[in-house]
């Protein structure tokens, strides 16, 4: 499928207000309130467009698997620094911009929207527009780029994206600690926080696959060779002050954790039972342990916190996350959801709804792309 049939396609769905549901690989259908629509595969919209690694910017099609970009980049010893999660490699870049998702190194590297820094999509009225360009000095005025992060193909098709990417870092390393409490993981990682310190990831989870449980603190350090091995020195003494008991990791072995924490293949991530939802904390990262009686697993230092617990527990999980400033969303509805879980994500603010609506009908007037995927 071509952009012309795309744009003709589109023109008439608005023209009968038909609803499309846009799609590439349908790695995140799980994602999102409710999937409407007829469908429009936009897997043909795919290729590396220009990739220019001294200027660390590469421009691919939206339909160009997440997978194909990132081997791409590592022939030349870049990546992209947010490590969007790749779901069994069947992600796309577009679905990547589009479901906003970053990874274990979001809190240190910065999150999708921070990459991406320009973009061509087609509106609802059929027109293909461009916005940014391929160097952050083109974000001037109102960022239309950034915008259509996280906006789960509500407001237009994205047909090609430009990022910046970076190199490889030179160093890396893991040091991983058991008996350390879920309070006193957070406290330690904020206090290194506000050292010079390269870290670049953190996972706090209670391993319950050893006899006893152990409740467990990994974080990654990247960077220069020099600053990763003064920081595992540094750092291993503070985590043994505290009584915990602290190695540093083979690197092959915790590689492979931190994919699959990415990824979300980690034992944690597996449902414990059919009627429980897998919940998202955002909060900020100073926040202190929740008293909630879940079993949790806290990334971007104390940022990011997912844990199990049936739709019921929704009210008093966002009353909680709204407390401490910070929203709780239902990232995978239960097995057991029937009809399907609806208010997936924290309700809006009056002046933000205003907003959102605004955007909707200045990008997409007859409301015909992905109806009720953000909001029912």
């Known amino acids: 499928m071509d952009l012309a049939h795309i744009t003709d396609r589109i023109r008439a769905a608005a023209a009968q207000r038909t609803p499309l549901r846009l799609r590439g690989s349908g ?39 997440l ?9 030349k010893g870049q990546c992209l620094a947010f490590e969007p999660p790749r779901f069994n490699g069947a992600a796309s870049c577009g679905g990547m911009v589009a479901a906003g998702l ?10 999708v929207r921070d ?26 005025g109102y960022d239309v ?27 890396q390393a893991t040091l991983m600690a058991s008996s350390i409490s879920q309070q006193a993981a957070l406290d330690l990682l904020n206090r290194w926080g506000a050292l010079p310190l390269p870290l670049n990831a ?53 590689a492979s954790d931190w994919d699959a924490c990415r ?18 904390l955002s909060l900020p990262q100073t926040t202190p342990a929740l008293k909630l009686p879940f079993a949790q697993l806290i990334e971007w230092h104390g940022g990011q916190r997912w844990l199990w617990a049936p739709l019921s ?36 603010t009056a002046p933000l709804e205003r907003i959102h609506q605004r955007l909707k009908a200045e990008f997409d007037p007859a409301g015909i792309f992905n109806p009720g995927r953000m909001y029912p």
């Open 313 to 348: 527990a929704r009210d008093p999980l966002r009353q909680a996350a709204a407390e401490v400033g910070g929203t709780a969303t239902l990232f995978r509805a239960p097995q057991l959801s029937s009809p399907p879980a609806s208010a997936r994500f924290s309700p809006l």
């Open 102 to 111: 970053s990874g274990p190194s979001r809190a240190s590297a910065g999150a």
């Open 202 to 254: 953190s996972c706090w989870v209670l391993d319950d696959s050893s006899s006893p449980a152990s409740e467990c603190l990994f974080v990654r350090l990247r960077g220069a060779v020099a600053a990763v091995e003064a920081a595992c020195t540094r750092m291993l003494a503070d985590l043994q002050a505290l009584g915990a008991q602290a190695h540093r990791m083979d690197t092959q072995q915790s």
């Open 115 to 140: 990459y991406v820094l320009g973009l061509r999509l087609i509106n609802g009225r059929g027109e293909h527009l461009i916005f940014g360009g391929q160097v952050i000095k083109n974000v001037a």
């Open 263 to 280: 990824d979300q293949t980690l034992p944690f991530f597996q449902a414990p039972a059919p009627e429980l939802g897998l919940w998202r």
């Open 27 to 65: 790695s995140k259908d799980f994602y999102g309130e409710s999937l409407k629509g007829e469908l429009l595969d936009l897997n043909a919209l795919r290729g590396i467009v220009s990739y220019e690694p001294s200027e660390l910017v590469v421009t691919v099609g939206a339909g160009t698997p």
């Open 145 to 171: 780029s950034r915008l259509m992060v996280g906006a789960l193909g509500t407001l237009g098709v994205l047909t090609e994206i430009s990022l910046k990417v970076l190199p490889t870092a030179a160093a």
């Open 67 to 75: 997978a194909e970009l990132e081997a791409a980049l590592a022939e």
